[in-house]
Every structure is written in structure tokens, then in C-alpha cells.
């Protein structure tokens, strides 16, 4: 198996919310997006909701020409968002299932059930040279179902496992996690992971070798006012990456 540096993107989403609680410029995401490339991320993570209850469609054009690290934006399979995504080509567009009365992604998409014509988006947005991600949830027939419609990439939900209390249930979850990955590996599918992932349970995710991108946002934002947005992230990237260079150790022993 080819062994992949894990790739950090920084979800800046919750610096927008932190702005626009009060209108106005400050904190502006973009600076958090600079912040973020000096502290060894990968790439910027931003998601256009429907309601644009945090980033606006101004911090994307911002984000695509004042930033250097390619942008990962997430959106629904909507008209409305693919007009933006072709609009804009960034470099990656991550589809995820969007209710409006919900307080962040809950879940991942019902690729294997959906009634959304969810090839027809991935090969739209493919042909506008944006590579596209399918949001679901760690479950081998949602991979196969992904690897279907033509995306090229998966992001597995992480919410169920960071959420587990920690024992038997959270392993039980990490399981999950690692079949999905593995299946994804085997139909040449690249892998992602993210939601709610913190300092507490990033280790065991970054150590899976078939992941080769996290995306994380929420936590790193709540710990930028404890200790600095530059100093959370560079702590995320040392602890990644010391989890994936012990577990590859440990398989290669
Ligand atoms: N990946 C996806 C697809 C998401 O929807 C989110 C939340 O917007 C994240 C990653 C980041 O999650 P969190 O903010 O909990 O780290």
C-alpha cells in the first residue's frame, strides 16, 4: 500500500459564526485561513450553507484569491452551490447533506439510498477540474455506493466515534471507521475523515493508514481562544503526525 503523509485541513467556519455574532470584519477567516498555512495546514476547509449563518459567499472569493492553500469548500448538492463552485473551482468541493434547522452536518449522505442525482453533480464538478468529496457516514456500502456515482474521494463522519463515550463503544466506532477506510483503499477511493475531532480523539484516527486527510474545525477554533489559533494547529499536526509515524512503526517492527 502506498503510504501517504496525512494532510491537515482546517475547517475556519467557527471564526465567521465568532464574527458574525456581532457583524462586521473581525475575526476575519481569511487572516485564521494565513494563520493556518504558517502553522502547517494542508489546506482551508470552508463551508457555504444555505442560510450563510457563517462563511459568506464574500470570505469564499477571498478565500480562493488571498490564500495560497488550496480551498476544500463544502457545500449541499444544491443549483445555487454548484453555480458557486463552478464559479469559483476550488481545488476540492466536499458534498455534504445540509438541514436547515440543524446546528452542524449530523450526518453523512444516504449515498447508498439517495434520491439525489449525486453522480451527475461529482461529474459536473470533475469536469471543471474540482476534485470532489462525498460526505458519509464509516459504512463499507455508502463507499461502494460513493465509488459508484465517479468521486474520486470520500470523507468518512467522525462525529459518532468523537462523541462515543470512550471504551468498548468508542472502539466499536473506530472499527467502523477502520473497515470503511480499508474498503475505500480497495476501490481506489482516497480517504478523508472529520467532524468534532479533538486533541483527545485525533491519535487513533490519524494512526489508520488508509486516511490520508483530516478536516478539523470546531475544536481548534475553541482552543484558539485558550491558547492562540497558530498554536492549537501546530499542536494537531504534531500530534497527526506523531500517530501516524508510531503506527506505521508498529506495522513495520
Ligand atoms: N468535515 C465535514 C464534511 C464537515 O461538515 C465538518 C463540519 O463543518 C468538518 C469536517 C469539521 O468538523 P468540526 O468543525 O467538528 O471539526
Known amino acids: ?140 456500502r455508502q463507499v461502494e455506493a460513493a465509488h459508484e456515482t465517479g468521486a474520486p474521494v470520500v470523507e468518512l463522519h467522525a462525529g459518532t466515534y468523537c462523541e462515543a463515550a470512550a471504551g468498548w463503544a468508542r472502539d466499536a466506532e473506530l472499527e467502523r471507521i477502520e473497515r470503511a477506510a480499508a474498503r475505500a483503499s480497495e476501490l481506489g477511493v482516497e480517504c478523508h475523515a472529520g467532524h468534532g475531532l479533538s486533541f483527545g480523539t485525533t491519535g487513533p484516527i490519524a494512526a489508520i493508514p488508509d486516511i490520508v486527510e483530516l478536516n478539523i474545525g470546531h475544536f481548534l477554533v475553541g482552543e484558539a481562544i485558550f491558547g492562540g489559533l497558530e498554536s492549537a494547529i501546530t499542536r494537531m499536526r504534531a500530534l497527526m503526525d506523531n500517530a501516524r509515524a508510531s503506527a506505521t512503526g508498529a506495522r513495520s517492527a
Open 1 to 140: 500500500m502506498t503510504r501517504h503523509r496525512l494532510r491537515l485541513g482546517v475547517n475556519i467556519d467557527h471564526v465567521a459564526t465568532i464574527r458574525n455574532a456581532r457583524g462586521g470584519a473581525h475575526p476575519d477567516p481569511v487572516r485564521a485561513a494565513r494563520l493556518a498555512a504558517a502553522a502547517g495546514a494542508d489546506g482551508v476547509t470552508a463551508h457555504l450553507r444555505e442560510d450563510r449563518r457563517h462563511i459568506s459567499d464574500d470570505d469564499i472569493r477571498r478565500l480562493m484569491n488571498e490564500i495560497d492553500l488550496p480551498l476544500n469548500l463544502e457545500m449541499a448538492a444544491t443549483d445555487e452551490m454548484l453555480e458557486v463552485a463552478l464559479r469559483h473551482r476550488p481545488h476540492a468541493a466536499c458534498i455534504v447533506p445540509e438541514r436547515r434547522e440543524e446546528r452542524t452536518t449530523e450526518n453523512g449522505l444516504d449515498v447508498a439510498g439517495a434520491n439525489l442525482d449525486l453522480a451527475s453533480y461529482a461529474d459536473r464538478l470533475a469536469r471543471a477540474g474540482v476534485r470532489v468529496s462525498l460526505f458519509i457516514n464509516p459504512d463499507e
